[in-house]
């Protein structure tokens, strides 16, 4: 069970920015987190990886965001972020924060849960 609340989206126009903040809610006892991150569902489109950090701290970016998104995460508030600068129309799209780890009931690896999606507008 990892419950994940996300915040921060809205409307923003092109070259504005915009911090998204996902936090995760689960029992230690239950669930070991591996990485999170960020997917983005724009309209008549397929989910698509924005951004994703390890727990070690590696990220990962698509290539249409690098240098423009930035993605952190403070472990022990099992809190992930995404700034976003520079936005574009482009970038319109729910983003769906997720989570990866080990479900320790039943030794299940590379378990994978999603946030019910912020909504991001880019438009002037």
């Known amino acids: 069970q990892v419950q994940l609340v996300e915040s921060g989206g809205g409307l923003v126009q092109p070259g504005g920015s915009l911090r998204l903040s996902c936090t995760a809610s689960?029992?230690?006892?239950?669930?070991?987190?591996?990485?999170m991150g960020w997917y983005r569902q724009a309209p008549g489109k397929q989910r698509d990886l924005v951004a994703r950090?390890?727990?070690?701290?590696?990220?990962n970016y698509v290539d249409s965001v690098q240098g423009r998104f930035t993605i952190s995460s403070e472990t022990a508030k099992n809190t992930v972020y995404l700034q976003m600068n520079s936005v574009k129309p482009e970038d319109t799209a729910v983003y769906y924060c997720?989570?990866?780890?080990?479900?320790?009931?039943?030794?299940?690896?590379?378990?994978?849960?999603w946030g019910q999606g912020t909504q991001v507008t880019v438009s002037s």
């Open positions: 997720y989570v990866k780890g080990a479900r320790l009931t039943d030794f299940s690896f590379n378990v994978e849960f």
């Open positions: 950090i390890s727990r070690g701290g590696s990220t």
């Open positions: 689960y029992s230690r006892s239950m669930f070991s987190i591996s990485a």
